[in-house]
């Protein structure tokens, strides 16, 4: 099993930026990747960028170019640095491990963009 903690949320002006944290604990050597998706109120989670084990990454149309992912592996650790935010980026952003069997995700972390 994973265990994850999401750190970084906030609030921030329109153009500005923040960066996600997410360590990871547990199981490490049953992650094949790990990813950042987000849910806003009253719409379906969605999911805004991914990393495997090989450094592959993958993103939201809406958020290319804007966002980064990353991942220090000493640390267990996988980052979201998200710049020129805007106020459709509010939303619960979950950190999440995907594995052989199962995915593990974190508690959420709110970002609150105003305009």
């Known amino acids: 099993q994973v265990q994850l903690v999401e750190s970084g949320g906030g609030l921030v002006q329109a153009g500005g930026s923040l960066r996600l944290s997410c360590a990871a604990a547990?199981?490490?050597?049953?992650?094949?990747?790990m990813g950042w998706s987000r849910q806003a109120p009253g719409k379906q989670r969605e999911l805004v960028a991914a990393?495997?084990?090989?450094?592959?990454?993958n993103y939201a149309d809406s958020v290319e170019g804007r966002f980064t992912i990353s991942r220090d592996n000493a640390k267990n650790t996988v980052y979201l640095q998200m710049n020129s935010l805007k106020p459709e980026d509010t939303a619960v952003y979950y950190c999440?491990?995907?594995?052989?069997?199962?995915?593990?995700w974190g508690q959420g972390t709110q970002v609150t963009v105003s305009s």
């Open positions: 547990g199981n490490i050597a049953s992650i094949i990747a």
């Open positions: 999440a491990a995907y594995g052989l069997s199962r995915n593990s």
């Open positions: 990393i495997n084990s090989g450094g592959m990454t």
